[in-house]
């Protein structure tokens, strides 16, 4: 929904055109960093709503047996009691832990969504329309993941190597496959191969990118695949994560639609969990172990020497513009000056890098290499 720049009294001077303009993106700029804002408010209340609602069931009958045995009724015997319970309970010491996290996770994006589409004026369901890709294009879309992934991760190696020299270590993502519970090895997959790349999908190539497209399509993909990379709270994710946000957008801005976009970040998902899994299931020291980690290298070896290849082959064929007709109609239509300054100078935006800097410092700071 582009922004009406007439005046009911008559025509408007220049001036005030270009003010409506700046007013109208810093608008959007604090809509999309309110969207990222939200994200993290309700992944935090909601799991706090989840532990304080189970915890206080479960731990009540026993908390109120032991002030009935004992009468003791300090905050700190019965903060024990709770604390001893969320060690020993199956839900939090357990793979089933990732049961609510997938609820809450869906939600935590999904409320967002619907949130930055109404600000906007989009349309959940024009996210999915568009033109058809080639199969040549997805397999160069596919190369092209894998490829800015493995440059990636050989960037985060590079920086834990340069925090390891003074005794600290960038940790990585806490999310582990569980091998201790059926039901949350299921939620697990369920999780990362489905819930996650949709929901994020909907989020940063669906409305965040489709907000931002109409100022510049460039733009919008670097603010989109920035936000995504940091959006993921640790520097072994956010590398990849950011390189593989420009190839999902880029494929978003070719087709018109978060379709591609969608079925490449499952690929993704299920290639890692796929190769965790097998891990988990040998030693170490195992040759089967040995052998899944030299494929996944392997693989990920292959992808980034061929897309280093085809990146000089194509470079004059390969720029962020939309094959698709309406997608061309919709982007880059409106002119604003200095838009990266203008967007990283928004307050909310300013907040919300400097919640998810202060997790990820304070990840380094707690670790001991």
């Known amino acids: 929904m582009t922004p009406n720049y007439g005046s009911s009294q008559g025509f408007e001077t220049w001036q005030q055109v270009e003010e409506k303009k700046r007013f109208y993106f810093k608008k959007n700029s604090n809509r999309v960093a309110k969207t990222m804002l939200l994200s993290l408010l309700l992944q935090f209340v909601l799991m706090f709503l989840f532990e304080f609602v189970y915890l206080f069931f479960r731990a009540f009958s026993e908390a109120m047996q032991y002030v009935a045995a004992t009468g003791e009724t300090s905050f700190q015997a019965i903060y024990q009691i709770v604390l001893n319970m969320m060690l020993n309970d199956s839900i939090f010491s357990t793979g089933l832990y990732y049961v609510p996290i997938a609820v809450i996770m869906f ?11 109404k600000g906007s004026g989009i349309r959940l369901k024009g996210l999915f329309q568009g033109v058809r890709p080639t199969a040549g294009f997805v397999g160069l879309s596919i190369v092209f993941l894998f490829g800015l992934n493995f440059v990636g991760r050989i960037i985060y190696q590079l920086i834990n190597a340069g925090l390891g020299l003074v005794g600290f270590r960038a940790p990585g993502s806490s999310l582990t496959f569980p091998t201790d519970s059926v039901l949350g090895a299921v939620f697990y997959v369920l999780f990362c191969c489905v819930i996650a790349p949709i929901t994020e999908e909907l989020k940063f190539r669906g409305v965040i990118l489709r907000s931002l497209s109409r100022y510049n399509l460039f733009f919008a993909c670097m603010v989109t695949s920035i936000l995504f990379g940091i959006m993921h709270g640790n520097f072994a994710q956010m590398f990849p994560a950011f390189l593989m946000g420009l190839v999902l957008c880029y494929v978003t801005v070719k087709t018109g639609s978060v379709k591609l976009a969608i079925g490449l970040h499952i690929l993704n998902n299920a290639v ?34 061929a897309t280093v290849i085809l990146l000089i082959v194509l470079r004059k064929n390969i720029h962020f513009t939309s094959d698709d007709p309406l997608s061309a ?12 300054q203008n967007f990283f100078s928004s307050a909310f935006i300013i907040v919300f890098i400097a919640i998810m800097a202060a997790m990820m410092l304070f990840g380094i700071f707690t670790s001991i290499a």
């Open 272 to 305: 890692s969990v796929s190769l965790e899994a097998l891990q988990s299931l040998f030693p170490e020291n195992s040759g089967v172990y040995m052998a899944v980690n030299m494929a996944g290298g392997m693989l990920m070896i292959a992808c980034f020497i």
């Open 329 to 340: 109609q919709r982007d880059n239509i409106i002119t604003v000056p200095n838009l990266y």
């Open 107 to 117: 939600f935590s994006n999904m409320i967002p969504v619907w949130y930055c589409s």
